[in-house]
């Protein structure tokens, strides 16, 4: 079993950052790849980035390339979300994601994932 605990979420103005953070614990040697999703009122859960947990491959959405790095530390077993330039879409609950077993780079799917966080609010005000 992997446990995800996000944190970091809030209020923030657009144009705006705010960096998330994500801490895994439990079996995390057996971690490939980790993941950011994110639901807003009404929508599906949507892709936002991902990285590999060897290598920190990363891929992301387009509606997020170029204003959102999606980095991790192994020695903390934490993948952080960092988030600049927000706009009012950006609000939604952000989620963690992890992949055990095989290591991929771009996996968009929800079903790609193995465990799930509970999430963190972000709101970004016009």
């Known amino acids: 079993q992997v446990q995800l605990l996000e944190s970091g979420g809030g209020l923030e103005q657009a144009g705006g950052s705010l960096r998330l953070s994500c801490a895994a614990s439990?079996?995390?040697?057996?971690?490939?790849?980790m993941a950011w999703f994110r639901q807003a009122p009404g929508k599906e859960r949507e892709f936002v980035a991902t990285i590999t947990w060897s290598d920190s491959r990363t891929s992301y959405a387009d509606s997020v390339k170029g204003r959102f790095t999606i980095s991790r530390d192994n020695a903390k077993n934490t993948v952080y979300l960092q988030m600049n330039s927000l706009k009012p879409e950006d609000t939604a609950v952000y989620y963690c994601?992890?992949?055990?077993?095989?290591?991929?780079?771009?996996?968009?799917?929800?079903?790609?994932?193995?465990?799930w966080g509970q999430g963190t609010q972000v709101t970004v005000s016009s």
């Open positions: 994601a992890a992949r055990i077993g095989i290591e991929a780079v771009g996996l968009s799917r929800r079903t790609s994932y193995d465990y």
């Open positions: 439990g079996r995390t040697f057996s971690v490939a790849t």
